[in-house]
């Protein structure tokens, strides 16, 4: 292939991946201006928004992660013309999600009850638990908006995500005023209101998810909402097996990162911080991968709808290749501005120095967890899902944490390191991961190659 296969199948990547890239920065903002505010009221209130996130995001993560599932069965039906299948795997959507949102609820409701066998301090755990119950009561709208988000991103139509997480974002501003503060005749919530807050802000999203859908002419096409068909328990298990690995792998990293802030918890308030510093930083940047990871999913799913294997696989190796790049680049900065990032977090001058020097460290592994972030998304692209869970477990729980533990905890093999042996361990589990998975998507394009040498086709109806 020329190179400038490569270069246009760049511009396809980057065009849908910046409205993506935006929507998930507005989401991340939102998170943040929750804790600022909160933080106004009191260090209680802050820390019970940051208790709350730490329940509520793996839960609606995995709600995410089964949904998510539609973008690549969307996208192959979208690319090998089969419009009249679209509305139909929507419908299975709603159906599934409607399911697996009550067991969903049900955890989110009691998982406050963890902070007393912790012997949480009672007016943390108080204001947690509220907080919870608030933005429970969001969760509903919050799924079905991630059905209707990845119907239109399956369609490569990502401007909309970005539109609407702005007027996300515009809503939770003064709804968190008026919940935390009690104006306009509503009772003084503090850190709670935040909660209650965020559920408006995930109907308001999912109401102009819905009207927009309908005014669209794209959308609107489709008919999503007419004649809506009844649940299907076949299309819906085929949906749930092969968003339920996206799912899981999604839960275990973010849990590995939260299982090792409570394994650093001994180590003092000032390790912790220092850490967090360099997560939540690592994680801003990590948004970009994603994005692109993401809109690969489209593109992969969209050539082999129209047959064309050999494209997917420019995709692939373009999302990947751009993706290193952008990572080289985005690491090299982090390490060169390390002090300076810390700073804007802290002035503890012990916290700054930690999380300076987790940050080196940061800047080597940005580039193996673009890698597998972008691979993972390719391979979800085929359909091949079970796989990226199977790498993901093993890669992190079995290898990176195993390493991190050894190396931050004991003295086994040096002298204990800390956060920076976790750390370690992360840049590990993170490297294998990028290797198994390449290997699979190579397995996968020898598949993909064989069934298109034969005639067979190369994608498969819901």
Same mark, same amino acid.
């Given at each position: 292939?020329?190179?400038?296969?490569?270069?246009?199948?760049?511009?396809?990547?980057?065009?849908?991946?910046?409205?993506?890239?935006?929507?998930?920065?507005?989401?991340?903002?939102?998170?943040?201006?929750?804790?600022?505010?909160?933080?106004?009221?009191?260090?209680?209130? &802050?820390?019970?928004?940051?208790?709350?996130?730490?329940?509520?995001?793996?839960?609606?993560?995995?709600?995410?992660?089964?949904?998510?599932?539609?973008?690549?069965?969307?996208?192959?039906?979208?690319?090998?013309?089969?419009?009249?299948?679209?509305?139909?795997?929507?419908?299975?959507?709603?159906?599934?999600?409607?399911?697996?949102?009550?067991?969903?609820?049900?955890?989110?409701?009691?998982?406050?009850?963890?902070?007393?066998?912790?012997?949480?301090?009672?007016?943390?755990?108080?204001?947690?638990?509220?907080?919870?119950?608030?933005?429970?009561?969001?969760?509903?709208?919050?799924?079905?908006?991630?059905?209707?988000?990845?119907?239109?991103?399956?369609?490569?139509?990502?401007?909309?995500?970005?539109?609407?997480?702005?007027?996300?974002?515009?809503?939770?501003?003064?709804?968190?005023?008026?919940?935390?503060?009690?104006?306009?005749?509503?009772?003084?919530?503090?850190?709670?209101?935040?909660?209650?807050?965020?559920?408006?802000?995930?109907?308001?999203?999912?109401?102009? &998810?819905?009207?927009?859908?309908?005014?669209?002419?794209?959308?609107?096409?489709?008919?999503?909402?007419?004649?809506?068909?009844?649940?299907?328990?076949?299309?819906?298990?085929?949906?749930?097996?092969?968003?339920?690995?996206?799912?899981?792998?999604?839960?275990?990293?973010?849990?590995?990162?939260?299982?090792?802030?409570?394994?650093?918890?001994?180590?003092?308030?000032?390790?912790?911080?220092?850490?967090?510093?360099?997560?939540?930083?690592?994680?801003?940047?990590?948004?970009?991968?994603?994005?692109?990871? &993401?809109?690969?999913?489209?593109?992969?799913?969209?050539?082999?709808?129209?047959?064309?294997?050999?494209?997917?696989?420019?995709?692939?190796?373009?999302?990947?290749?751009?993706?290193?790049?952008?990572?080289?680049?985005?690491?090299?900065?982090?390490?060169?501005?390390?002090?300076?990032?810390?700073?804007?977090?802290?002035?503890?001058?012990?916290?700054?120095?930690?999380?300076?020097?987790?940050?080196?460290?940061?800047?080597?592994?940005?580039?193996?967890?673009?890698?597998?972030?972008?691979?993972?998304?390719?391979?979800?692209?085929?359909?091949?899902?079970?796989?990226?869970?199977?790498?993901?477990?093993?890669?992190?729980?079995?290898?990176?944490?195993?390493?991190?533990?050894?190396?931050?905890?004991?003295?086994?093999?040096?002298?204990? &390191?800390?956060?920076?042996?976790?750390?370690?361990?992360?840049?590990?589990?993170?490297?294998?991961?990028?290797?198994?998975?390449?290997?699979?998507?190579?397995?996968?394009?020898?598949?993909?190659?064989?069934?298109?040498?034969?005639?067979?086709?190369?994608?498969?109806?819901?």
């Amino acid at each position: 292939m020329s190179f400038s296969a490569y270069f246009t199948e760049t511009r396809h990547l980057l065009r849908l991946c910046g409205p993506i890239l935006v929507a998930q920065v507005a989401q991340t903002t939102m998170s943040f201006v929750d804790t600022v505010m909160a933080g106004q009221i009191s260090a209680t209130d &802050m820390a019970a928004v940051a208790v709350a996130t730490s329940f509520w995001l793996p839960i609606i993560l995995l709600v995410q992660g089964v949904v998510m599932a539609l973008t690549p069965i969307i996208s192959q039906l979208n690319g090998a013309r089969r419009h009249h299948e679209v509305a139909g795997a929507v419908h299975q959507g709603f159906w599934l999600t409607l399911m697996v949102i009550v067991p969903a609820s049900l955890a989110l409701y009691f998982s406050p009850m963890i902070l007393h066998w912790m012997d949480v301090e009672p007016l943390l755990a108080e204001k947690t638990t509220g907080y919870l119950h608030g933005i429970l009561w969001g969760m509903p709208a919050y799924a079905l908006y991630q059905v209707l988000r990845n119907f239109s991103e399956g369609l490569s139509h990502t401007r909309p995500t970005m539109v609407i997480g702005f007027i996300g974002l515009a809503i939770n501003v003064p709804a968190n005023y008026i919940l935390i503060h009690g104006k306009l005749g509503f009772p003084q919530l503090g850190g709670v209101g935040c909660g209650y807050a965020s559920a408006l802000v995930f109907w308001a999203m999912l109401v102009a &998810m819905i009207v927009y859908t309908k005014r669209s002419a794209l959308l609107n096409h489709f008919a999503v909402f007419a004649n809506i068909t009844a649940p299907d328990m076949a299309r819906i298990g085929r949906i749930f097996r092969l968003g339920f690995p996206i799912a899981m792998a999604i839960f275990c990293e973010v849990t590995l990162f939260t299982v090792v802030a409570l394994l650093l918890a001994p180590l003092g308030a000032d390790v912790v911080a220092g850490h967090q510093v360099a997560i939540n930083f690592s994680s801003i940047i990590f948004m970009l991968p994603l994005s692109l990871g &993401m809109a690969l999913t489209i593109r992969v799913g969209h050539s082999l709808g129209e047959h064309q294997a050999d494209q997917a696989r420019i995709a692939s190796l373009t999302g990947i290749g751009f993706g290193a790049l952008a990572a080289v680049f985005t690491g090299l900065a982090t390490a060169l501005a390390r002090y300076q990032i810390s700073g804007i977090y802290t002035d503890n001058s012990f916290v700054l120095e930690l999380a300076a020097s987790l940050l080196l460290l940061a800047s080597l592994y940005q580039i193996s967890d673009s890698v597998q972030v972008i691979t993972a998304a390719a391979l979800r692209g085929y359909k091949d899902t079970k796989v990226i869970f199977y790498i993901t477990l093993f890669s992190y729980w079995c290898c990176g944490l195993p390493v991190g533990m050894v190396l931050g905890l004991t003295d086994w093999i040096v002298p204990a &390191m800390g956060p920076h042996g976790f750390w370690i361990g992360f840049l590990v589990g993170l490297t294998i991961a990028a290797f198994l998975l390449i290997w699979r998507l190579r397995r996968i394009y020898e598949q993909v190659h064989h069934r298109d040498s034969a005639g067979l086709p190369l994608v498969d109806g819901l």
